[in-house]
């Protein structure tokens, strides 16, 4: 029965991925592939699986021919970019990237992903411009007024690197990560008691993270 017969390896596979199996986990799905006619999904679950293997290569031979199932939607384009980009495969990034703002103008995630690619390839004017269209379609994105702020650091705007870093600090949980991004560009502004206070925001939230506030 072959309805029967899925709902078993869909079951199998469940298992086998949660205990962290994921050899028999692909095993499990390449034989769902000649069951199902969801073959986009089973596809899908491939390139997660070997992404978790850390075989970016293979992840990406799932991730596109999940991509061609669905007929190079923003979806599937917006993850085969984004494996692209761990690849280091810019442009393959940038074109998929593109052919997502072709699409829709205003996609948030796919300016995002562009100016992180951007910021690999050290083009940080590039990267804040990216940054920018995506924060005007979706300001609510700390993560990215953070990526902003590491953007303007590179390009020596440390005062308005202040300025984005502050949207996170309003937003989210007290973060050491955050706290010690401010101090470095007060540090680059020679505002020595602000530096001092960022530092010591940092070391009370990570006291792992001293010796940087000893070394100022």
């Not at 390139?47 to 850390?54: E, V």
């Not at 990237?97 to 829709?104: C, G, K, Q, S, W």
Request: aromatic share 16%; hydrophobic share 35%.
């Amino acid at each position: 029965n072959q309805p029967q017969s899925i709902i078993a390896h869909i079951v199998l596979y469940e298992l086998y991925f949660e205990s962290g199996d994921y050899e028999s986990t692909i095993l499990t799905l390449k034989k769902l592939e000649n069951l199902t006619d969801k073959k986009d999904l089973v596809y899908y679950q491939l390139g997660w699986c070997y992404m978790f293997m850390d075989d970016s290569q293979a992840a990406m031979t799932y991730f596109l021919k999940y991509a061609e199932e669905n007929n190079y939607d923003v979806k599937s384009l917006i993850k085969i970019a984004e494996v692209s980009l761990l690849l280091g495969n810019y442009d393959d990034t940038k074109k998929y990237l593109e052919r997502v703002i072709a699409i829709d103008p205003y996609h948030y995630k796919a300016w995002a992903e562009l100016g992180k690619t951007y910021f690999a390839e050290k083009n940080y004017e590039k990267a804040l411009e990216a940054y920018n269209y995506s924060l005007l379609s979706n300001d609510t994105q700390f993560y990215v007024h953070i990526s902003k702020g590491k953007t303007l650091e590179k390009l020596q705007r440390y005062s308005e690197a202040i300025e984005t870093y502050n949207y996170s600090v309003n937003e989210i949980e007290p973060d050491p990560y955050l706290y010690s991004l401010m101090a470095h560009c007060y540090v680059k502004l020679g505002n020595r008691a602000e530096a001092e206070l960022y530092f010591k925001k940092t070391i009370e939230e990570d006291p792992q993270l001293d010796k940087g506030f000893f070394a100022l």
